[in-house]
């Protein structure tokens, strides 16, 4: 009974590469959420999506970041072009909908050199 | 803007004793409140919930308190355990249910002393 499954664990990126973080939900979860962690912080919402759909990007940067949820395979969050300012724990976390609580994955640490 | 503060960022307590975290919150549209526990390198673990409509949810040895009138919750612990040691954050939500986006606050690391 798998929980959320996040890959990889950690991911180094040169300035200006890009960054594609995986979430594979719990099973029989269709609604993916992201965040991110900066250092001494608390987690900052990003994206929902269900599959297929953008529920809500309110908290995505206007610029380089991306988020899907195929209706196969698992939600990317792809950073295009890092910066430094995008070393970070980027968290996912899904739920089976209605009123019931995100359980998160283990997170994937962005560091950019 | 900081809508969910945890203004103590830490906590030392005696083994057996009780812990009190504190959380406050700006607002109004906040109507639905939970607790994660944190390790280092792992990913928040939820812990207990509790809706706007109610003042007071207890599991086990964790219970948390609401007071929409001062926008202030908190999570007891009793007694603490040494395995309670994490950091604690609390989120909130609005629209009515933990489905929606969170807004966490910057957490509290309790530590609990054998």
């Known amino acids: 009974n798998a929980g959320v499954m996040q890959n990889p664990r950690h991911l180094v990126r040169r300035r200006g590469q890009e960054a594609r973080l995986r979430c594979s939900p719990m099973?029989?979860?269709?609604?993916v959420y992201w965040y991110r962690q900066l250092p001494e912080e608390g987690l900052k919402f990003m994206v929902y999506?269900?599959?297929?759909?953008?529920?809500?990007e309110s908290g995505m940067p206007k610029e380089r970041f991306s988020a899907e949820f195929p209706k196969e395979g698992p939600s990317i969050l792809r950073i295009q072009q890092v910066v430094r300012g995008d070393s970070a724990a980027y968290f996912c976390?899904?739920?089976?909908?209605?009123?019931?609580?995100?359980?998160f994955g283990q997170g994937t640490r962005l560091t950019v050199v | 803007d900081q809508q969910v503060k945890q203004n103590s960022p830490s906590l030392s307590v005696q083994e057996g004793r009780i812990s009190i975290l504190n959380c406050d919150y700006t607002?109004?549209?906040?109507?639905?409140f939970l607790w994660y526990k944190k390790y280092p390198a792992e990913g928040p673990t939820f812990l207990i919930s509790?809706?706007?409509?109610?003042d007071k949810n207890e599991d086990g040895r964790f219970t948390v308190f609401l007071n929409k009138s001062a926008k202030h919750l908190s999570l007891h612990i009793v007694p603490s355990q040494p395995g309670d040691s994490a950091v604690y954050f609390c989120?909130?939500?609005?629209?009515?249910?933990?489905?929606?986006?969170?807004?966490f606050g910057k957490g509290i690391t309790l530590s609990v002393r054998p």
């Open positions: 999506l269900q599959k297929e759909n953008i529920i809500d």
């Open positions: 976390a899904s739920s089976s909908g209605g009123n019931t609580e995100a359980f």
């Open positions: 509790i809706s706007s409509i109610k």
């Open positions: 607002n109004s549209m906040f109507d639905y």
């Open positions: 099973k029989g979860h269709s609604h």
């Open positions: 989120a909130a939500s609005a629209r009515g249910g933990a489905n929606s986006k969170l807004t």
